[in-house]
């Protein structure tokens, strides 16, 4: 199985930016995506974003469209999670995940999820 770990979380003003990256061990057969998602205090967890490498479908969460990037460095097994404009619902665990799932955004539910990293702080303050 895939071991994830991640990085780069922290606080910052809203307004701002933070990249967040998670290193996978390998990529197996059994899995088709790499992806991120959060848990806010006292809410389900989510998926924020997740692409699939052979294919390049990427899909985003519509609360962060426009402002989230996903990205990966094959060479280094590393996924990327760029986030601007941040805002304070924006709070939250962020974890890097990896799994299998079919094409159109089923790479966002946790239920296709195989592996989990144990997550990166991001706080957004006001």
């Known amino acids: 199985q895939v071991q994830l770990v991640e990085s780069g979380g922290g606080s910052v003003q809203a307004g701002g930016s933070l990249r967040l990256s998670c290193a996978a061990s390998a990529y197996t057969k059994d899995d088709n995506y790499m992806g991120w998602f959060r848990q806010a205090p006292g809410k389900e967890r989510e998926g924020v974003a997740c692409?699939?490498?052979?294919?390049?479908?990427?899909y985003y969460a519509d609360s962060v469209k426009g402002r989230f990037t996903i990205s990966q460095d094959s060479a280094r097994n590393t996924v990327y999670l760029q986030m601007n404009s941040l805002k304070t619902e924006d709070t939250a665990m962020y974890y890097c995940a990896a799994g299998r799932a079919g094409l159109g955004g089923a790479c966002l539910r946790q239920t296709t999820v195989r592996a989990w990293g144990h997550g990166t702080q991001v706080t957004v303050s006001s």
């Open positions: 692409f699939h490498p052979v294919t390049d479908y990427i």
